[in-house]
């Protein structure tokens, strides 16, 4: 079974602070891809990122960066010079081929990290 | 374009009653996911559409949830009768292709059962 374990439950730091979201995954598939999501205080889960399995650089995206390492199965995302506007709850997550042989996929979460930003 | 909608946004419900909870997916997407996020822990797949059919229910967690996709547009997920555990967030997405593309969520319906 997959497993997306996010060990950090809470990270508080101050403005401008860079801060880094750890995520260790478990899977038996050889194809798969690694997502990350940011749900802020409205609810909606807002989709920031996808990598697959066969590509391990390191991906940069204004403030966010996300360091991909499959030899310790890690999905690291980091917040440069943080903002208040960065706080919110954010999942990694595993893709997972349907049971049965069906298309398409679902995704394995983690339990979520809360962040918060303070001025 | 329109996100996914879900409603209501919160459901205050008591045990033994039954609850209806709605999607709507982005205009187009034939892919309609529903998971739920019960106590803070981690989201769980329930079970995903591809245009009206169910392609995968391996995780409704028993045979009092009901979910449908009449017509291949919006969904309902209903919960009869409710139990106290059935209390959490669910969460519904959607996305355009079938295979590891990204699912855009809607806001959730937060549900309590008392």
């Known amino acids: 079974a997959q497993k997306v374990t996010q060990a950090q439950t809470e990270i508080s730091v101050v403005e401008k602070e860079d801060v880094t979201l750890d995520c260790v995954y478990e899977?038996?598939?050889?194809?798969?891809?690694l997502f990350w999501y940011k749900q802020p205080p409205s609810g909606e889960l807002v989709f920031l990122i996808r990598r697959n399995s066969f590509d391990e650089q390191n991906e940069i995206s204004g403030r966010y960066s996300w360091n991909f390492q499959k030899s310790t199965s890690s999905f690291n995302f980091t917040i440069t010079a943080s903002q208040v506007v960065d706080s919110a709850v954010y999942f990694c997550?595993?893709?997972?081929?349907?049971?049965?042989?069906?298309?398409?996929?679902?995704?394995?979460f983690g339990e979520g990290t809360q962040l918060t930003v303070n001025p | 374009e329109a996100g996914v909608t879900q409603f209501p946004s919160h459901s205050v419900i008591e045990k033994g009653q039954t609850v209806t909870l709605r999607c709507d997916p982005i205009s187009g997407h034939d892919n309609l996911y529903w998971y739920r996020r019960v106590m803070g822990k981690e989201i769980k797949f329930l079970l995903h559409f591809v245009k009206e059919s169910k392609q995968d229910e391996s995780g409704m967690p028993n045979n009092r949830f009901l979910a449908e996709r009449t017509g291949g547009t919006y969904s309902t997920l209903k919960v009869q009768p409710a139990e106290l555990e059935d209390s959490g967030v669910y969460f519904c997405?959607?996305?355009?292709?079938?295979?590891?593309?990204?699912?855009?969520f809607g806001p959730g319906t937060r549900l309590t059962v008392t």
């Open positions: 997405a959607s996305s355009h292709w079938v295979g590891f593309y990204e699912q855009y």
């Open positions: 899977t038996r598939d050889t194809t798969y891809y």
């Open positions: 997550a595993l893709s997972e081929a349907l049971s049965g042989g069906a298309s398409g996929s679902r995704l394995t």
